[in-house]
Protein backbone atom coordinates (compact mmCIF):
# COMPACT_ATOMS: atom_id res chain seq x y z
CA UNK A 1 0.00 0.00 0.00
CA UNK A 2 0.82 3.38 -0.88
CA UNK A 3 2.38 6.40 1.98
CA UNK A 4 1.01 9.32 2.02
CA UNK A 5 3.65 11.81 2.31
CA UNK A 6 3.83 15.99 2.78
CA UNK A 7 5.87 18.65 4.02
CA UNK A 8 4.59 21.04 6.43
CA UNK A 9 5.59 25.42 5.75
CA UNK A 10 8.71 26.38 8.12
CA UNK A 11 7.21 28.72 10.62
CA UNK A 12 8.35 32.45 10.05
CA UNK A 13 11.19 31.47 6.86
CA UNK A 14 8.37 30.48 4.02
CA UNK A 15 6.44 33.45 3.86
CA UNK A 16 7.36 33.63 0.13
CA UNK A 17 7.18 29.65 -0.50
CA UNK A 18 4.41 28.22 2.02
CA UNK A 19 1.78 28.51 -0.43
CA UNK A 20 3.78 25.88 -2.84
CA UNK A 21 4.56 24.09 -0.15
CA UNK A 22 0.62 23.84 0.97
CA UNK A 23 -0.30 23.24 -3.04
CA UNK A 24 2.28 20.45 -3.47
CA UNK A 25 0.61 18.93 -0.31
CA UNK A 26 -2.87 19.25 -1.66
CA UNK A 27 -2.00 17.53 -4.52
CA UNK A 28 -0.15 14.53 -3.04
CA UNK A 29 -2.98 13.92 -1.14
CA UNK A 30 -5.65 14.04 -4.12
CA UNK A 31 -3.23 11.68 -5.76
CA UNK A 32 -3.16 9.34 -3.02
CA UNK A 33 -7.24 9.07 -2.39
CA UNK A 34 -7.30 8.93 -6.17
CA UNK A 35 -11.09 7.97 -7.29
CA UNK A 36 -12.28 7.80 -3.52
CA UNK A 37 -15.27 10.53 -3.01
CA UNK A 38 -17.14 11.07 0.12
CA UNK A 39 -19.28 8.20 0.06
CA UNK A 40 -17.25 5.88 -0.52
CA UNK A 41 -14.94 7.27 3.21
CA UNK A 42 -18.07 7.47 4.69
CA UNK A 43 -19.02 3.47 4.82
CA UNK A 44 -15.62 3.53 6.89
CA UNK A 45 -17.96 5.51 9.46
CA UNK A 46 -18.12 3.75 12.82
CA UNK A 47 -16.01 0.35 11.62
CA UNK A 48 -15.01 -0.99 15.17
CA UNK A 49 -13.00 -4.37 13.22
CA UNK A 50 -9.18 -4.94 13.28
CA UNK A 51 -7.40 -5.19 10.35
CA UNK A 52 -7.17 -8.71 11.31
CA UNK A 53 -10.58 -9.42 11.51
CA UNK A 54 -11.18 -7.34 7.74
CA UNK A 55 -8.39 -9.31 6.77
CA UNK A 56 -10.40 -12.67 7.12
CA UNK A 57 -12.39 -11.17 4.01
CA UNK A 58 -9.38 -11.42 1.72
CA UNK A 59 -10.31 -13.47 -1.37
CA UNK A 60 -14.21 -13.94 -0.76
CA UNK A 61 -15.76 -13.63 -4.21
CA UNK A 62 -19.40 -14.49 -3.45
CA UNK A 63 -22.04 -11.71 -2.21
CA UNK A 64 -24.33 -11.74 1.24
CA UNK A 65 -26.78 -12.18 -1.14
CA UNK A 66 -25.60 -15.69 -2.50
CA UNK A 67 -26.09 -16.85 1.34
CA UNK A 68 -29.43 -18.27 1.32
CA UNK A 69 -29.27 -19.35 4.71
CA UNK A 70 -30.97 -17.97 7.44
CA UNK A 71 -28.81 -17.37 11.35
CA UNK A 72 -30.68 -19.90 12.60
CA UNK A 73 -29.63 -22.53 10.06
CA UNK A 74 -26.02 -21.04 10.40
CA UNK A 75 -26.04 -21.65 14.18
CA UNK A 76 -26.52 -25.22 13.44
CA UNK A 77 -22.76 -25.25 12.52
CA UNK A 78 -21.91 -23.85 16.23
CA UNK A 79 -20.07 -26.17 17.67
CA UNK A 80 -19.54 -28.81 15.04
CA UNK A 81 -16.04 -30.59 15.46
CA UNK A 82 -16.93 -33.39 12.51
CA UNK A 83 -14.59 -33.15 9.57
CA UNK A 84 -15.45 -32.92 6.23
CA UNK A 85 -14.78 -37.12 5.76
CA UNK A 86 -17.12 -37.79 8.51
CA UNK A 87 -19.64 -35.06 7.59
CA UNK A 88 -19.22 -37.02 3.63
CA UNK A 89 -20.60 -40.11 5.51
CA UNK A 90 -23.93 -38.44 4.77
CA UNK A 91 -23.63 -38.57 1.56
CA UNK A 92 -26.57 -40.45 -0.77
CA UNK A 93 -28.63 -40.55 2.77
CA UNK A 94 -32.27 -40.25 1.46
CA UNK A 95 -34.36 -40.51 4.96
CA UNK A 96 -33.64 -40.15 8.56
CA UNK A 97 -31.10 -42.10 9.57
CA UNK A 98 -32.42 -43.28 13.51
CA UNK A 99 -35.62 -43.56 11.58
CA UNK A 100 -33.83 -46.90 9.43
CA UNK A 101 -31.37 -47.83 12.07
CA UNK A 102 -34.84 -48.36 14.61
CA UNK A 103 -36.70 -50.41 12.12
CA UNK A 104 -33.72 -53.08 11.78
CA UNK A 105 -36.05 -56.12 12.55
CA UNK A 106 -34.83 -57.80 15.74
CA UNK A 107 -33.41 -61.11 15.04
CA UNK A 108 -35.80 -64.11 15.21
CA UNK A 109 -34.45 -66.94 17.70
CA UNK A 110 -35.38 -70.20 16.13
CA UNK A 111 -37.42 -72.93 18.27
CA UNK A 112 -35.84 -76.29 19.06
CA UNK A 113 -38.03 -77.94 16.20
CA UNK A 114 -36.82 -75.28 13.54
CA UNK A 115 -33.26 -75.99 14.48
CA UNK A 116 -33.52 -79.93 14.25
CA UNK A 117 -35.31 -80.17 10.87
CA UNK A 118 -33.01 -81.30 8.43
CA UNK A 119 -35.17 -81.50 5.82
CA UNK A 120 -35.56 -77.24 5.83
CA UNK A 121 -33.89 -75.04 3.03
CA UNK A 122 -34.52 -72.14 5.19
CA UNK A 123 -33.79 -72.76 8.69
CA UNK A 124 -29.76 -74.47 8.18
CA UNK A 125 -28.55 -73.47 12.15
CA UNK A 126 -28.03 -76.31 13.69
CA UNK A 127 -26.33 -76.29 17.32
CA UNK A 128 -22.68 -77.95 17.76
CA UNK A 129 -24.25 -80.51 20.05
CA UNK A 130 -26.86 -81.39 17.18
CA UNK A 131 -24.26 -81.65 14.71
CA UNK A 132 -22.29 -83.87 17.13
CA UNK A 133 -25.17 -86.43 17.03
CA UNK A 134 -26.05 -86.16 13.52
CA UNK A 135 -22.08 -87.22 13.13
CA UNK A 136 -21.85 -89.79 15.17
CA UNK A 137 -25.28 -91.89 14.44
CA UNK A 138 -24.01 -91.67 10.68
CA UNK A 139 -20.54 -92.92 10.80
CA UNK A 140 -21.06 -96.27 9.05
CA UNK A 141 -23.30 -94.37 6.43
CA UNK A 142 -19.93 -91.29 5.71
CA UNK A 143 -17.63 -94.42 5.59
CA UNK A 144 -19.40 -96.73 2.78
CA UNK A 145 -20.37 -93.47 0.88
CA UNK A 146 -24.60 -94.30 1.48
CA UNK A 147 -24.92 -90.52 2.28
CA UNK A 148 -23.88 -89.79 -1.78
CA UNK A 149 -20.63 -89.02 -1.48
CA UNK A 150 -16.94 -90.72 -1.45
CA UNK A 151 -16.68 -93.21 0.64
CA UNK A 152 -14.23 -92.09 3.50
CA UNK A 153 -13.20 -93.91 6.67
CA UNK A 154 -15.34 -92.36 8.95
CA UNK A 155 -14.02 -92.87 12.45
CA UNK A 156 -11.17 -93.61 14.23
CA UNK A 157 -10.34 -97.20 14.70
CA UNK A 158 -10.53 -99.26 17.69
CA UNK A 159 -9.05 -102.00 15.52
CA UNK A 160 -8.96 -103.47 12.00
CA UNK A 161 -12.21 -105.20 12.82
CA UNK A 162 -13.99 -101.43 12.97
CA UNK A 163 -13.71 -100.88 9.39
CA UNK A 164 -17.12 -100.66 7.74
CA UNK A 165 -18.51 -103.08 5.53
CA UNK A 166 -19.16 -101.77 2.05
CA UNK A 167 -20.57 -103.67 -1.23
CA UNK A 168 -18.10 -104.11 -4.23
CA UNK A 169 -18.27 -105.41 -7.52
CA UNK A 170 -15.85 -107.23 -9.64
CA UNK A 171 -14.18 -105.08 -12.03
CA UNK A 172 -10.58 -104.52 -13.73
CA UNK A 173 -9.94 -102.56 -11.15
CA UNK A 174 -6.71 -104.44 -10.19
CA UNK A 175 -4.77 -104.42 -6.86
CA UNK A 176 -2.04 -106.31 -6.39
CA UNK A 177 -2.48 -108.85 -3.59
CA UNK A 178 -0.72 -108.13 -0.39
CA UNK A 179 0.51 -104.46 -1.21
CA UNK A 180 -2.59 -101.95 -1.31
CA UNK A 181 -5.88 -103.95 -0.87
CA UNK A 182 -7.32 -103.71 2.75
CA UNK A 183 -9.40 -106.28 4.14
CA UNK A 184 -8.14 -108.97 1.84
CA UNK A 185 -5.95 -111.47 3.40
CA UNK A 186 -3.27 -112.54 0.89
CA UNK A 187 -1.00 -115.39 1.48
CA UNK A 188 1.17 -117.12 -1.43
CA UNK A 189 1.47 -120.66 -1.61
CA UNK A 190 3.18 -123.58 -3.06
CA UNK A 191 3.72 -121.27 -6.15
CA UNK A 192 5.28 -123.74 -7.93
CA UNK A 193 5.20 -127.76 -8.32
CA UNK A 194 6.12 -130.53 -10.36
CA UNK A 195 3.58 -133.05 -8.79
CA UNK A 196 0.08 -134.42 -9.95
CA UNK A 197 -1.54 -133.85 -6.81
CA UNK A 198 -3.40 -130.17 -6.40
CA UNK A 199 -1.80 -127.57 -3.77
CA UNK A 200 -2.66 -124.23 -2.77
CA UNK A 201 -1.26 -121.94 -5.29
CA UNK A 202 -2.59 -118.74 -3.32
CA UNK A 203 -5.12 -117.61 -0.27
CA UNK A 204 -7.26 -115.09 -0.13
CA UNK A 205 -9.06 -114.20 2.98
CA UNK A 206 -12.17 -112.01 3.14
CA UNK A 207 -12.43 -109.72 6.00
CA UNK A 208 -15.95 -108.09 7.34
CA UNK A 209 -15.23 -105.21 5.11
CA UNK A 210 -16.80 -106.43 1.67
CA UNK A 211 -20.12 -107.86 0.72
CA UNK A 212 -20.53 -107.89 -3.36
CA UNK A 213 -18.38 -109.31 -5.56
CA UNK A 214 -14.85 -109.43 -6.35
CA UNK A 215 -12.83 -110.84 -9.49
CA UNK A 216 -9.64 -113.03 -8.78
CA UNK A 217 -6.50 -113.00 -11.50
CA UNK A 218 -3.67 -115.09 -11.80
CA UNK A 219 -1.18 -116.03 -14.73
CA UNK A 220 -0.83 -119.39 -14.32
CA UNK A 221 2.53 -121.18 -16.36
CA UNK A 222 3.21 -124.81 -17.74
CA UNK A 223 7.03 -125.51 -18.34
CA UNK A 224 8.43 -128.56 -20.07
CA UNK A 225 11.95 -129.43 -18.16
CA UNK A 226 12.42 -132.82 -20.00
CA UNK A 227 14.95 -133.37 -22.79
CA UNK A 228 12.71 -135.34 -25.05
CA UNK A 229 12.09 -132.65 -28.29
CA UNK A 230 8.40 -134.47 -28.22
CA UNK A 231 7.92 -134.07 -25.05
CA UNK A 232 5.27 -131.55 -23.07
CA UNK A 233 3.79 -131.30 -19.84
CA UNK A 234 0.46 -129.54 -18.56
CA UNK A 235 -0.67 -127.45 -16.17
CA UNK A 236 -4.29 -127.50 -14.35
CA UNK A 237 -5.03 -124.72 -11.87
CA UNK A 238 -9.14 -123.93 -10.96
CA UNK A 239 -10.05 -121.52 -8.15
CA UNK A 240 -12.00 -123.02 -5.13
CA UNK A 241 -14.33 -121.34 -2.32
CA UNK A 242 -14.22 -122.67 1.19
CA UNK A 243 -12.99 -125.70 -0.02
CA UNK A 244 -15.98 -126.28 -2.84
CA UNK A 245 -14.78 -125.65 -6.42
CA UNK A 246 -16.05 -122.40 -7.87
CA UNK A 247 -14.52 -122.33 -11.39
CA UNK A 248 -13.91 -124.61 -14.19
CA UNK A 249 -10.58 -126.37 -14.32
CA UNK A 250 -8.36 -124.31 -16.16
CA UNK A 251 -5.41 -126.59 -18.68
CA UNK A 252 -2.56 -125.26 -19.99
CA UNK A 253 -0.05 -127.15 -21.98
CA UNK A 254 3.79 -125.78 -22.40
CA UNK A 255 4.43 -126.79 -26.00
CA UNK A 256 6.70 -129.64 -26.94
CA UNK A 257 10.28 -129.57 -26.91
CA UNK A 258 12.95 -129.30 -24.43
CA UNK A 259 12.36 -125.98 -22.25
CA UNK A 260 9.30 -124.93 -23.63
CA UNK A 261 7.12 -122.89 -22.08
CA UNK A 262 3.53 -121.08 -21.94
CA UNK A 263 1.80 -118.39 -19.82
CA UNK A 264 -2.11 -117.64 -19.47
CA UNK A 265 -4.09 -115.21 -17.30
CA UNK A 266 -7.07 -116.84 -15.69
CA UNK A 267 -9.48 -114.97 -13.96
CA UNK A 268 -12.95 -115.57 -12.38
CA UNK A 269 -15.76 -113.36 -10.69
CA UNK A 270 -17.26 -114.54 -7.20
CA UNK A 271 -19.74 -113.30 -4.62
CA UNK A 272 -18.06 -112.45 -1.32
CA UNK A 273 -18.97 -112.80 2.26
CA UNK A 274 -17.03 -112.40 5.71
CA UNK A 275 -14.87 -114.81 6.49
CA UNK A 276 -14.57 -116.45 2.97
CA UNK A 277 -11.49 -117.98 2.30
CA UNK A 278 -10.40 -118.68 -1.85
CA UNK A 279 -7.69 -120.84 -3.00
CA UNK A 280 -6.35 -120.98 -6.48
CA UNK A 281 -5.20 -125.14 -6.27
CA UNK A 282 -2.90 -126.23 -9.55
CA UNK A 283 -0.97 -129.52 -10.56
CA UNK A 284 1.58 -130.50 -13.22
CA UNK A 285 1.03 -133.35 -15.52
CA UNK A 286 3.98 -134.32 -17.44
CA UNK A 287 7.72 -134.51 -16.93
CA UNK A 288 7.76 -130.41 -15.98
CA UNK A 289 6.20 -127.74 -13.38
CA UNK A 290 3.40 -126.06 -12.83
CA UNK A 291 3.36 -122.12 -11.94
CA UNK A 292 0.72 -119.79 -10.45
CA UNK A 293 2.45 -115.83 -10.46
CA UNK A 294 0.71 -112.43 -10.55
CA UNK A 295 -2.33 -113.23 -8.19
CA UNK A 296 -4.48 -110.20 -7.75
CA UNK A 297 -7.70 -109.30 -7.07
CA UNK A 298 -10.48 -106.48 -9.16
CA UNK A 299 -12.78 -104.72 -7.81
CA UNK A 300 -14.69 -101.07 -7.87
CA UNK A 301 -13.42 -98.81 -4.99
CA UNK A 302 -11.69 -101.55 -3.10
CA UNK A 303 -10.22 -99.60 0.56
CA UNK A 304 -6.31 -99.19 0.22
CA UNK A 305 -4.50 -99.28 3.08
CA UNK A 306 -3.48 -95.60 4.42
CA UNK A 307 -0.73 -94.49 6.60
CA UNK A 308 -1.98 -92.42 9.54
CA UNK A 309 0.20 -90.63 11.59
CA UNK A 310 -0.17 -91.90 15.22
CA UNK A 311 1.82 -92.53 18.03
CA UNK A 312 3.33 -96.27 17.68
CA UNK A 313 1.87 -96.29 21.38
CA UNK A 314 -1.13 -95.97 20.75
CA UNK A 315 -1.62 -98.11 17.71
CA UNK A 316 -4.83 -100.80 17.38
CA UNK A 317 -2.74 -103.06 15.35
Do not use: C
Not at 100 to 111: F, G, K
Not at 292 to 309: F, K, N, Q, R, T
Request: aromatic share 6%; hydrophobic share 40%; glycine share 10%.
Amino acid sequence: MATFTYTNPTVGGSQDTWGTTLNANWDALGTFLGSLDSAELAVLDGITSTTAELNLLDGVTVTLADVTSTAAELNLLDGVTATTAEINYLSGVTGAIQTQLDNIPTAVELTQVQVEDDTSTVFGQVSGERLNQSVNANLDAFATGATGAPRILGKALAAPADVPTITVSAADTVVRAGSAALGLGYVAGTTSTTGSTYVVGATFTVSQAYSGSLRFYATQTSQYTGSSESGSSTSSMYLRKNGVTISSVFTLSSGTGSGSTANATRSFDSAIASGDVFEWMHENSGVGISKISDVEIGGSDLYVAALPMIKASESPF
